[in-house]
């Protein structure tokens, strides 16, 4: 079993960048396909990015491409997400999560993710 810890999170004014890191330990990174979440006030939980095994291909939400980026080092047991030109509405805590059993494929699902962090507060003031 996988033990994740994000870090990295804080207070940022709209515009500025911040990155992610998730720590993973236990078990190879490099076995699960990983994913970053957050849940906004009022909001459902959703799929921020998400990434293969290889790192090869990535996935992400229609309201962050081109600002937020997913990344990984397998031999670092880690995954990130830098997040750049930051808007308030990216405030929420976010969430780190890895898949088991699903190979390579790109998979961006929540539901399919099994080990989950205790999640790192990001907020944007205007």
């Known amino acids: 079993q996988v033990q994740l810890v994000e870090s990295g999170g804080g207070l940022v004014q709209a515009g500025e960048s911040l990155r992610l890191s998730c720590a993973a330990s236990?078990?190879?990174?490099?076995?699960?396909?990983m994913g970053w979440f957050r849940q906004g006030p009022g909001k459902e939980r959703e799929t921020v990015a998400a990434i293969t095994r290889s790192g090869d291909r990535t996935y992400y939400v229609d309201s962050v491409k081109g600002r937020f980026t997913i990344s990984r080092d397998n031999a670092k047991n880690t995954v990130y997400l830098q997040m750049n030109s930051l808007k308030p509405e990216d405030t929420a805590p976010y969430y780190c999560?890895?898949?088991?059993?699903?190979?390579?494929?790109?998979?961006?699902?929540?539901?399919?993710?099994?080990?989950w962090g205790q999640g790192t507060q990001v907020t944007v003031s205007s």
């Open positions: 236990g078990r190879t990174l490099g076995t699960y396909s």
């Open positions: 999560a890895a898949a088991s059993g699903f190979g390579d494929y790109l998979i961006y699902n929540l539901r399919l993710f099994n080990y």
